[in-house]
Nanobody
């Protein structure tokens, strides 16, 4: 299984980025996909998740209303559109896959079996 995240970069506060995560080697359309992030010296934290149908999403309070997760099962890809970026959004962003569908479980990294390598997002003030 491979999860290849891309789309990170350096952006000014208030700007936008779109992350992508291409999956291979798993039945992508049957997996809940999530995004997590980890800032230097901090724990990896939940950002957003989307169930396999795309019909249900959940977000961390810190990104709600600014970030949007989506997926294209024909392309085995999950996206994270990030708008109104803030310096505190600076982190390495990871995509991950899990078979759970309960909203609360999707927010917990311990339930994710597959992880990508991460992509750096840096937001300057």
């Amino acid at each position: 299984v491979q999860l290849q995240a891309s789309g990170g970069g350096l952006v000014q506060a208030g700007g936008s980025l779109r992350l992508s995560c291409a999956a291979s080697g798993l039945a992508f359309s049957r997996y809940t996909m999530g995004w997590f992030r980890q800032a230097p010296g901090k724990e990896r934290e939940f950002v957003a998740a989307i169930i396999w149908t795309g019909g249900s999403t959940t977000y961390a309070d810190s990104v709600k209303g600014r970030f949007t997760i989506s997926r294209d099962n024909t392309k085995n890809t999950v996206y994270l559109q990030m708008n109104s970026l803030k310096p505190e959004d600076t982190a390495v962003y990871f995509c991950a896959g899990t078979s759970v569908i309960a909203a609360q479980s999707m927010r917990m990294k311990k339930y994710y079996n597959y992880w990508g390598q991460g992509t750096q997002v840096t937001v300057s003030s």
